[in-house]
């Protein structure tokens, strides 16, 4: 009996750890520009959810068009999109990412 219940309790505490991908509005932007993330050289791709930035994988920085555009670029301005990911290792890995909104912030 109480090897059922360890093993449950085990069961339970590992499929809590296995996040699966969540689609959610999100800002996106260049993380070094205007999420202050530094652990990357260059201009990347970045995710803000909850206050708290990550590094996108799964999409480039110039996917969208031009990074350092004055209206539109991520360099320049935090947009806001829907993606669908989940943050593994201090990244969100993303397998969808679609723009709602350009308006500057």
């Known amino acids: 009996m109480k090897n059922i219940l ?3 309790v085990l069961l339970f505490i590992f499929s809590c ?8 509005v999100a800002e ?6 205007k999420f202050d993330l530094d652990s990357e050289d260059g201009c990347s791709l970045a995710v803000r959810l909850e ?12 996917d969208f068009g031009d990074a350092h555009d004055e209206k539109i670029g ?6 806001k999109g829907e ?12 397998s969808s990412l679609k723009l709602i909104d350009a308006e500057q912030k």
């Open 17 to 24: 750890g296995n996040k699966k991908e969540v689609t959610q």
């Open 51 to 62: 206050d708290k930035a990550y590094f996108v994988d799964g999409f480039g920085i110039d």
């Open 74 to 79: 991520f360099c320049n301005v935090i947009r």
């Open 6 to 8: 360890l093993l449950s």
């Open 28 to 33: 996106i932007s260049c993380g070094q520009c």
């Open 83 to 94: 993606i669908t990911g989940k943050v593994v290792d201090g990244r969100f890995v993303a």
